[in-house]
């Protein structure tokens, strides 16, 4: 049974990638999870300097979700390299540093450094963050910054680029054409949703940011209608990422044309989530007469060839 | 050893109002953990709610392999927890977190609990009497069906003094009173430490920095994984080695961290206070 894919260059040993924010740097769950296990990981996004985040508090519980407001806190890139990379040296997973900044040279910097780094399988880059006043979610709502930074950091790396989608957008498509005609080998879809919870005894926001950005369970129908929109639009392959918890929802981005796809808030809701997907792939494949995860990708049919509904082409 | 399991419940004790005792069965947390720890722990696969919760171990039987939680039933987490029957099993992570650091030779032990608060002390007042330490539970709630633990301690020997807002039982007030009264005639040089609502940890902290006492607070912020990845659960602290408060996790650095380094909301940390009087000319 083959679950071994290939996205944007990258060999993965299976198409389980732990997602940005939602794994610390990897080190963090290497006492209880044996990060062998994963195809990748994505860091927590990285500054040229650390950064302190938001102010508190920074997560709400929603129905079936979770609201975030956390900002970016980190340790920046110069100490990632220096002493968390060499701690990941020895597990065998594709590391994937997730570059941010707060103007495009910044971003291009971040990844120059990165590159120079042993151990970096590639780069996504954060145009979608909602928590940050600068950068994030402005520069990836905006289709000629959006070219701006993947072109800097395409200039800046010999890596593959992945550039993460932002949700809060009218219409991804042009996201990704853009992404790809700046030299994106892959892309990531989505970033959480754009959200806001108030306290109605106190009639203020529940996170101490104001907005925040939504992720789990709740948003899977948005990423799942997202990420397909993306992957028709462009020849370069994508990445699912919202709400992932199973391999049936993860077998549902690899139908919708996903070749690999990221696991975020189930990070939180349970360490042993890869091992349990893991085996519940094997299961569906064995169920479907599957020899090779790469047969599902792009998958889905639609019933009479009809195009879906309220989605324009 | 950390470990994640799916941990079967053992007993059920049902309490008074919306409170219940919870045994699992885990032997990593029943051999490990220490007072002030906590395992992350969720009933069920239900998406609704998503996270896990965070819960405090109240005590542990290494022979039994099990640890015990003591939980009020507040919100859909607590409510599916304490809905669960003996034998059905919980998703559990643990031992978590940074413990209670035991006071030095001779220094009583004064343990300031707010309502659920109290879980850490059962399992610190055991600690304390294998390391021949003395210990004394000062004991607070709204009112007495808030003051569900007292038998524990009973049966450990520790005196409990306690303190209710309604005057249901023991002192009329706030808990820090009694607590306030015993150090004017107590032992000398005792060490406090405190679980329990913020108001009342900030109490506590205010009432150990005028006195020059130490004390160690266990801060209870809201936390999405218990491992400090999330980055959900930081609270502003300031150590000596610190040029200005940094976030740091509850979860891994905390819960129980030195008062005296907790920035409390709209001030500064008594640390930062204290350098900037020395620091400021006569």
Redesign the interface.
Request: net charge neutral; glycine share 10%.
């Given at each position: 049974m083959r679950l071994a894919v290939d996205v944007a260059g990258l060999h993965l040993k299976n198409p389980l990638i732990a997602a940005s924010g939602t794994f610390g740097y990897g080190v963090e769950h290497a006492g209880f999870l044996d990060l062998n296990l994963l195809g990748g990981l994505v860091t927590k996004g990285l500054y040229l300097q650390p950064r302190d985040g938001c102010p508190t508090p920074r997560i709400a519980e929603t129905p079936s979700g979770l609201l975030n407001a956390i900002g970016l806190q980190g340790v920046g890139v110069r100490a990632f390299v220096q002493d968390v990379l060499p701690r990941l040296a020895p597990y065998d997973t594709a590391v994937i540093v997730n570059v941010c900044g707060d103007t495009v040279d910044e971003y291009a910097e971040v990844a120059r450094i990165v590159d120079d780094a042993p151990g970096v399988a590639a780069v996504e880059i954060n145009i979608s963050c909602p928590n940050v006043k600068v950068g994030g979610m402005a520069f990836g709502g905006d289709p000629e910054m959006t070219f701006a930074v993947v072109a800097a950091v395409r200039k800046s790396t010999r890596l593959p680029v992945i550039p993460k989608l932002s949700p809060n957008v009218a219409d991804i498509t042009v996201f990704a054409r853009v992404a790809e005609d700046a030299g994106a080998d892959a892309l990531s879809c989505i970033n959480t949703v754009l959200g806001l919870a108030i306290d109605v005894e106190a009639r203020r926001p529940r996170l101490a940011f104001g907005t925040g950005g939504l992720s789990g369970p709740a948003i899977r129908p948005i990423a799942v209608r997202m990420a397909w929109q993306a992957a028709r639009a462009v020849r370069i392959p994508v990445i699912g990422v919202g709400g992932i918890g199973s391999a049936a929802d993860a077998l549902e981005f690899m139908l919708a044309g996903c070749r690999a796809v990221q696991i975020g808030t189930a990070n939180f809701v349970d360490p042993a989530v890869y091992e349990r997907i893991l085996a519940e792939l094997r299961d569906y494949m064995e169920r479907h007469g599957l020899r090779d995860i790469n047969s599902v990708v792009g998958g889905l049919t639609f019933p009479n060839d009809a195009p879906p509904l309220g989605v324009r082409e | 050893m950390?470990?994640?399991r799916n941990a079967p419940l053992l007993a059920r004790e049902p309490l008074e109002g919306a409170y219940v005792l919870l045994t699992f069965r885990h032997p990593e947390v029943a051999a490990a953990a220490r007072a002030g720890q906590y395992v992350m722990i969720?009933a069920g696969a239900s998406?609704?709610?998503?996270?896990?919760r965070p819960f405090s171990v109240m005590t542990v039987d290494p022979k039994e392999e099990s640890f015990t939680i003591f939980l009020k039933a507040v919100g859909a987490g607590s409510r599916a927890l304490a809905g669960l029957r003996v034998g059905d099993t919980a998703?559990c992570?643990g031992p978590l977190g940074r413990p209670f650091t035991p006071p030095p030779e001779g220094s009583e032990a004064l343990l300031v609990a707010g309502g659920y608060g109290i879980a850490p002390f059962v399992i610190f007042a055991d600690e304390l009497r294998r390391e021949g330490r003395k210990a004394r539970v000062f004991y607070g709630g709204r009112t007495a069906g808030d003051l569900q633990i007292r038998d524990a301690f009973a049966e450990r020997a520790v005196p409990v003094m306690t303190a209710t807002e309604d005057g249901s039982l023991g002192h009329h007030g706030r808990v820090t009173e009694p607590l306030e009264a015993h150090l004017d005639v107590g032992a000398a040089a005792p060490t406090l430490y405190a679980c329990g609502p913020d108001a009342m940890l900030h109490a506590v902290a205010r009432l150990a920095a005028r006195r020059g006492l130490p004390a160690q607070v266990s801060l209870d912020?809201?936390m999405?994984?218990g491992?400090?990845?999330?980055?959900?659960?930081?609270?502003p602290i300031q150590r000596a080695e610190d040029a200005r408060p940094?976030?740091r996790c509850a979860c891994t650095e905390g819960p129980v961290f030195d008062a005296v380094t907790v920035v409390w909301s709209g001030e500064q940390s008594s640390l930062a206070r204290r350098r900037a009087l020395e620091a400021a000319p006569a």
């Amino acid at each position: 049974m083959r679950l071994a894919v290939d996205v944007a260059g990258l060999h993965l040993k299976n198409p389980l990638i732990a997602a940005s924010g939602t794994f610390g740097y990897g080190v963090e769950h290497a006492g209880f999870l044996d990060l062998n296990l994963l195809g990748g990981l994505v860091t927590k996004g990285l500054y040229l300097q650390p950064r302190d985040g938001c102010p508190t508090p920074r997560i709400a519980e929603t129905p079936s979700g979770l609201l975030n407001a956390i900002g970016l806190q980190g340790v920046g890139v110069r100490a990632f390299v220096q002493d968390v990379l060499p701690r990941l040296a020895p597990y065998d997973t594709a590391v994937i540093v997730n570059v941010c900044g707060d103007t495009v040279d910044e971003y291009a910097e971040v990844a120059r450094i990165v590159d120079d780094a042993p151990g970096v399988a590639a780069v996504e880059i954060n145009i979608s963050c909602p928590n940050v006043k600068v950068g994030g979610m402005a520069f990836g709502g905006d289709p000629e910054m959006t070219f701006a930074v993947v072109a800097a950091v395409r200039k800046s790396t010999r890596l593959p680029v992945i550039p993460k989608l932002s949700p809060n957008v009218a219409d991804i498509t042009v996201f990704a054409r853009v992404a790809e005609d700046a030299g994106a080998d892959a892309l990531s879809c989505i970033n959480t949703v754009l959200g806001l919870a108030i306290d109605v005894e106190a009639r203020r926001p529940r996170l101490a940011f104001g907005t925040g950005g939504l992720s789990g369970p709740a948003i899977r129908p948005i990423a799942v209608r997202m990420a397909w929109q993306a992957a028709r639009a462009v020849r370069i392959p994508v990445i699912g990422v919202g709400g992932i918890g199973s391999a049936a929802d993860a077998l549902e981005f690899m139908l919708a044309g996903c070749r690999a796809v990221q696991i975020g808030t189930a990070n939180f809701v349970d360490p042993a989530v890869y091992e349990r997907i893991l085996a519940e792939l094997r299961d569906y494949m064995e169920r479907h007469g599957l020899r090779d995860i790469n047969s599902v990708v792009g998958g889905l049919t639609f019933p009479n060839d009809a195009p879906p509904l309220g989605v324009r082409e | 050893m950390l470990a994640n399991r799916n941990a079967p419940l053992l007993a059920r004790e049902p309490l008074e109002g919306a409170y219940v005792l919870l045994t699992f069965r885990h032997p990593e947390v029943a051999a490990a953990a220490r007072a002030g720890q906590y395992v992350m722990i969720k009933a069920g696969a239900s998406a609704d709610p998503p996270l896990r919760r965070p819960f405090s171990v109240m005590t542990v039987d290494p022979k039994e392999e099990s640890f015990t939680i003591f939980l009020k039933a507040v919100g859909a987490g607590s409510r599916a927890l304490a809905g669960l029957r003996v034998g059905d099993t919980a998703a559990c992570l643990g031992p978590l977190g940074r413990p209670f650091t035991p006071p030095p030779e001779g220094s009583e032990a004064l343990l300031v609990a707010g309502g659920y608060g109290i879980a850490p002390f059962v399992i610190f007042a055991d600690e304390l009497r294998r390391e021949g330490r003395k210990a004394r539970v000062f004991y607070g709630g709204r009112t007495a069906g808030d003051l569900q633990i007292r038998d524990a301690f009973a049966e450990r020997a520790v005196p409990v003094m306690t303190a209710t807002e309604d005057g249901s039982l023991g002192h009329h007030g706030r808990v820090t009173e009694p607590l306030e009264a015993h150090l004017d005639v107590g032992a000398a040089a005792p060490t406090l430490y405190a679980c329990g609502p913020d108001a009342m940890l900030h109490a506590v902290a205010r009432l150990a920095a005028r006195r020059g006492l130490p004390a160690q607070v266990s801060l209870d912020p809201w936390m999405g994984c218990g491992i400090g990845t999330c980055l959900g659960c930081v609270v502003p602290i300031q150590r000596a080695e610190d040029a200005r408060p940094r976030y740091r996790c509850a979860c891994t650095e905390g819960p129980v961290f030195d008062a005296v380094t907790v920035v409390w909301s709209g001030e500064q940390s008594s640390l930062a206070r204290r350098r900037a009087l020395e620091a400021a000319p006569a």
